[in-house]
């Protein structure tokens, strides 16, 4: 048996600029076709996703596909009473721009992804996380950037449903106790696709000028 490591990949220009679009045609999708979406392909992507980098080498990544519609209407509603209570946050103009955006597609999205952290993950003996514990989160945060870059190049969506009580979500998808959400994911087929991100789009907030996120020389 040949113990030769293969070679490295060498990335060409015509690559690197593919790469580029991918990056700028991820977006946040909250409209989607409800056409199925192949558990093959799920089980691809997620198998990309793990090859992320995690502090330690710990992997504290957790998926869990929610399929049950009791589940997934506990969600809905916990995102419902979620966005509520943020809705009182804004008034004036800001709280009808608010009321007015698309926060979710809950009910159009053929897959909903719960991605957590294992806090009591054993792997990569605390390495790491003595100094910065917040990373075993980070890392999990880079496995779904992953899943995210990964799904958009086969033309699937994902939208971030971040407007939830994470502890109660827990809660209703009997997850283990050390186990926190970190994303609860709708992916499937996008209705439409943009190069500028929706709140952009509809007013919410403008992009930063390059200027203003120059990296500081010291």
Known sequence: MSDQRPEPPQFDTSFRQRFAELVRWRRDVRRFRTDPVSPELIEQLL???????????????????VESPERRAAIAANFKHANQAALTGYDGERRALYAGLKLEG???????????ADEGAATGHRLGRATMPETLRYSVVAAIQTFWLAARAEGLGVGWVSILDPVAACRELELPSDWTLIAYLCIGWPQEEHDDPELERHGWEARLDPEAIKPLRR
């Open 47 to 65: 198998a990309l996703a793990i090859h992320a980098p995690s502090v330690g080498f710990c992997q504290p990544w957790r998926f869990v596909l």
């Open 106 to 116: 809950l009910t159009q999205a053929p897959v909903h992804l719960a991605v957590c």
